[in-house]
C-alpha cells in the first residue's frame, strides 16, 4: 500500500512537474517572440498560446480594425521558423501565409477596412514534432 | 522487485521531463526541436486552448480612435479611483481590474498625468488584491512612471503590463479571471467611447460600435465557459439582441503583398451598419452593463 501510494505521489509529481514545464516552455518562447513586435507597436495586451502535436492546428478568432497595422509574431521552439501560420477571411479566402516566405516569424498586416480573420497556427513537421505555439500581436495607427 | 522497478521508471520519466525542459538554445538547429512537450491531450485537428482561443481588442486600441475623432476627453467618465475596497469578491476585481487598464490608457492618450498615475496605482491595488503582483512587475511599473510624459510609451506599457498580467493568469491557470479581465477591458472602452453624448453620437462613433458584433460574439462565447462570469454573460447575451441589427457587408479583394518589407495590405471592402433603434439600445445596455460592473 505504501509502495502503491509512493508510486501514486511519483506519477502525480512528474504530471505536475510536466504541466509546470511546458509553461515555463511557453513563456520562454514568449518571452523569445516578444522581440518580434519591436518598439513602434503596442502589445494588444493579450498572451495566445497553444501546445501542438505535428497534426494539430491552433485557431485564432479576432476582429481586425481598420486604419491599423498589426504585427503578428508566431513562435515554437528555440528558434525562428517551427510554426507556420495563415491568416483566413470569414469566407475562408486565405489572406497571408507566412509559409509562402519561409516561415517567417513576424509579418505585418496593414488593413484598410475592419474584418474578422481566422489565424490557423500548426508546426511544421518538417522542423517540429510537438510543441508550444505563441501567438503575439502588437500594432500601431 | 515489480513495484521498485516502476518507482523508478516514474522517476527517470520526472528527471527526463526536467531536462527536456532545461535544454533548448544549444539545440536549436537540430530537427526536430528540443522542446518536445507532452502531447496535447486533444485528438487531432483545431485545438483550442481552455477549448476557446478569442482575441478581445485591446481598449488602449478603442482609445486611440477616440483621439483620432477628436472626441473630448472626459475624466469623469473614468473610475474614481478611491473606494475601490468594495469590489468584494475576485469576479468584481477582474472586472474591476479590466475598467481599471482601460481607464489608464484612457488618460495616458489624452495625456492626463495626474489621472494616469492615480490610475496606475488603482491598478496596482487590485492586482494586489487578485494575487497578481508578480505579473505587474515593480519594473514594468517604474518605467511607467518614467515615461509619464510620453504617450506613446505609457500605452505601450499598458499594452505589455496587461500582456504580462494575462499570461500569468494563464500560467496559474485562472483563465477565468484572465477573460474577466479582458471583458472588464473591452466593455469601458465601448463605454469610454460612448462619452457623455447623451443619445446622439458621431457616426464614426456609430461604426466603431457596429464593428464590435464580432468580438462580442466571441465574448458571450468566451465567458460562457465560466460559471463566475455567468451574470456577465447573461448581460452580454442581452447586448447581442440590438447587435443582430448590425448589417454588414464584405467583399473580398485579392490581398498584396511586399516581400521585401514583411507587409501584407488586406484590400478587402467591409461595412457595418447600425440602425438609430438598434444603435440607442446597444447605448443603454453598455451603459448598464458598465454601471452594473463597477455597482
Known sequence: MNMRTTIGTIAIGAALLGGG??????????????????????????????????????????????????????????????????????????????????????????????????????LDPAKANSGCAVLLIGFKR | ??????????????????????????????????????????????VKLGNKIFSIPSPVQTVMLLTEIKAPYAKELAL??????????????????????????????????QRSMKTLKAVEQLSGQLNLSNAFSKQLLKGFEANINNRDSLLRFTGRAFRSADMYLKDEQRDDVSALVLAGGWIEGLYLTLGTAGTQVDPRVATLLAEQRHTLENLIELLGQYEAASELHASLKDLAVPYAGVASTYKFVQPTTDAANKTTYINSVTTAEVGPEALQAIINKVRAIRAAIIA
Request: glycine residues 8%.
Open chain 2, 1 to 46: 522487485m515489480t513495484l521498485l522497478k516502476t518507482i523508478n521508471q516514474a522517476l527517470v520519466i520526472a528527471i527526463g521531463l526536467a531536462f527536456a525542459a532545461c535544454g533548448g538554445s544549444g539545440q536549436a538547429d537540430q530537427v526536430p526541436q528540443a522542446d518536445t512537450l507532452a502531447p496535447a491531450p486533444q485528438g487531432p485537428g483545431v
Open chain 1, 21 to 122: 514545464m511546458v509553461q515555463a516552455q511557453c513563456d520562454t518562447i514568449a518571452t523569445l517572440c516578444e522581440k518580434n513586435i519591436t518598439a513602434q507597436y503596442i502589445p494588444d495586451g493579450q498572451f495566445y498560446r497553444a501546445l501542438l502535436r505535428e497534426d494539430d492546428m491552433a485557431e485564432f478568432n479576432l476582429t481586425l480594425f481598420g486604419g491599423t497595422t498589426y504585427r503578428v509574431a508566431a513562435c515554437s521552439g528555440m528558434s525562428d521558423g517551427n510554426l507556420i501560420f495563415s491568416v483566413y477571411d470569414k469566407e475562408h479566402n486565405l489572406l497571408f501565409s507566412n509559409k509562402e516566405h519561409n516561415n517567417d516569424p513576424y509579418w505585418d498586416l496593414v488593413v484598410e477596412n475592419t474584418l474578422d480573420v481566422i489565424i490557423n497556427a500548426e
Open chain 2, 80 to 113: 474614481p479611483t478611491d473606494g475601490l475596497s468594495r469590489f468584494a469578491t475576485k469576479e468584481k476585481q477582474a472586472l474591476a481590474l479590466g475598467v481599471c487598464g482601460a481607464d489608464l490608457a484612457y488618460a495616458a492618450a489624452y495625456q492626463d498625468e
